[in-house]
C-alpha cells in the first residue's frame, strides 16, 4: 500500500465509491514470494495437507503466498522440501472484489 493509492473520506461516499478501491488478499501481500499450484494442490492445501515441493528460490520458514491464479489460496511456510499451510482461505474468499448483490425489492 501507498500514499499515493489512499482517499479521503469523502470520497468514499456510496458502494460504487468503495469497490473500485478494494484490494484482492494475493494484491495485498504481494510483498511476499509467492508459489503457483495446480487446483488439486489448492484443495488439499486448502484441507490443511503439507505439499511436497522443490523449494527452489523460496526462503525457509518466511510467510509465502500461495496462487491459485491469481486467487490466494493460502500462506504458508517452506521447510526443507514441505510447504507447510500457516492460513488457509475458503474458495472464492476475496480473489474478486465482491459483486454488488442486487436487492429483492428493488
Known amino acids: 500500500f501507498s500514499l499515493e493509492s489512499g482517499c479521503v473520506l469523502?470520497?468514499?461516499?456510496s458502494v460504487d465509491d468503495i469497490i473500485p478501491?478494494?484490494?484482492t488478499p494475493a494484491a495485498a501481500l504481494s510483498h511476499l514470494p509467492g508459489v503457483s499450484v495446480d487446483p488439486d494442490?489448492?484443495?488439499r492445501l486448502?484441507?490443511?495437507?503439507?505439499?511436497?515441493i522443490s523449494?527452489?528460490?523460496l526462503p525457509e520458514d518466511a510467510?509465502?503466498?500461495?496462487?491459485?491464479?491469481?486467487?490466494?489460496?493460502?500462506v504458508a511456510a517452506r521447510r526443507g522440501s514441505q510447504l507447510?499451510?500457516?492460513?488457509?482461505?475458503?474458495?472464492g474468499s476475496g480473489?474478486?472484489?465482491?459483486?454488488?448483490?442486487?436487492s429483492i425489492h428493488g
Open 63 to 74: 510467510p509465502i503466498r500461495v496462487l491459485l491464479g491469481d486467487e490466494l489460496v493460502a
Open 10 to 13: 469523502e470520497d468514499l461516499a
Open 46 to 52: 486448502r484441507q490443511g495437507q503439507i505439499l511436497q
Open 55 to 57: 523449494g527452489e528460490g
Open 21 to 23: 478501491r478494494l484490494v
Open 95 to 102: 480473489s474478486q472484489p465482491p459483486a454488488r448483490e442486487s
Open 84 to 91: 507447510r499451510p500457516r492460513k488457509v482461505l475458503g474458495v
Open 41 to 43: 494442490e489448492a484443495r
